[in-house]
């Protein structure tokens, strides 16, 4: 179990702020640390710091943080204020969290719907059908052969709800996964996928906007180039198609050209704003507010993508209703109508 990433950042930037060493800091982390693992990895970065480790590439082997975070860091420490880029960084992830909360909050109820829908699907699919062709066994041949025939349109509707189930699920988890998890390789497809399925391309493209202005915002402010923060961005995203636009930049601002900021990426009020920006200072401070633009129409297109999600999760609910009906309410119903027609005409 590693530790917490913002938890040991801020540690970090209090205690450097009064004072203490990194290695200082981690013995203290060590030590309050409730888990063993935890303090194994403490200790392990505090000996690796002693043995002159780089704090960026120490961070990186034994906390496994974003490659933006791991770069950031390691500018920091080439020149600069590293507590000042400490607190940036610490700022950075508080607004990220506070996103992943925000927008995590809208994904319960979709899951409980499907969640739903698939203990009906593999209930009616692996138990109801098999139990009433079972028990169709002991009735006479003509009742087996109308309820064999029930049971298998039930069947067909069984399957045709399941393979709405996977659909859905492939396409809802995809987006969990883009938004929500950090594992490099897993999150990278997911987001490379997400950004080009239907509905879920919007919501990827406002969050990874507002992910990386806040980034290129907070470098800028520490005095990172422009070039190079552009650079860090675009190693940053795990979209193609934004560090596509990002290269575009890049070779604009080698040949010292000044209207970089003309690309999709920024849309066209945003590339008005910067290029009446006075500075560079200025440029940093206007990308923030970009970042809390984007931020605000992230959340505002997560909140209608899980409504929707949401109404396609109670329509799949609503079918497994009726197909659990089906298979179950009527096959008795049927059942019961045959051993009415036998005994009538006995």
């Known amino acids: 179990m590693k530790p917490d990433l913002l938890t040991l950042l801020k540690t970090l930037q209090l205690s450097l702020e009064n004072g203490k060493s990194l290695t200082s800091a981690l013995s203290m982390l060590q030590k309050i640390a409730k888990n063993k693992s935890e303090r194994q990895i403490y200790s392990e970065m505090t000996q690796a710091i002693q043995e002159g480790t780089n704090f960026s590439k120490t961070l990186e082997k034994h906390v496994s943080p974003s490659p933006d975070i791991v770069q950031f860091i390691s500018m920091a420490e080439k020149g600069g204020s590293f507590v000042k880029t400490l607190k940036s960084v610490v700022n950075y992830l508080e607004i990220k969290n506070n996103f992943y909360q925000e927008s995590g909050d809208k994904i319960a109820l979709p899951f409980i719907y499907f969640t739903l829908v698939a203990i009906v699907v593999i209930y009616i699919r692996f138990f109801a059908i098999p139990l009433h062709l079972e028990e169709a066994l002991t009735y006479d041949p003509q009742i087996q052969i109308v309820i064999a025939d029930h049971l298998h349109m039930a069947q067909n509707l069984s399957d045709t709800l399941f393979g709405f189930l996977i659909l859905f699920a492939l396409y809802f988890f995809t987006v969990m996964i883009a938004l929500f998890d950090s594992t490099g390789l897993l999150e990278g497809f997911a987001k490379r996928s997400a950004s080009l399925l239907p509905l879920s ?124 009906f089906f298979t179950i309410v009527l096959t008795q119903v049927l059942i019961q109508q045959e051993f009415i027609n036998a005994a009538g005409h006995a």
């Open 201 to 324: 391309s919007r919501i990827i493209g406002y969050f990874e906007k507002f992910i990386l202005l806040n980034l290129l915002s907070e470098m800028i402010k520490n005095g990172v180039s422009l070039k190079t923060a552009f650079k860090v961005a675009s190693t940053s995203t795990l979209v193609p198609a934004i560090a596509k636009q990002f290269s575009t930049t890049l070779e604009r601002l080698s040949r010292g050209e000044k209207n970089f900021w003309e690309i999709p990426f920024f849309d066209e009020i945003e590339q008005h704003l910067l290029a009446g920006a006075g500075n560079v200072a200025q440029l940093g401070e206007i990308m923030s507010q970009f970042s809390n633009r984007a931020r605000l129409n992230a959340l505002s297109a997560a909140t209608k993508f899980f409504r929707l999600i949401t109404i396609l999760a109670i329509l799949l609910l609503a079918f497994a209703v009726f197909v659990e």
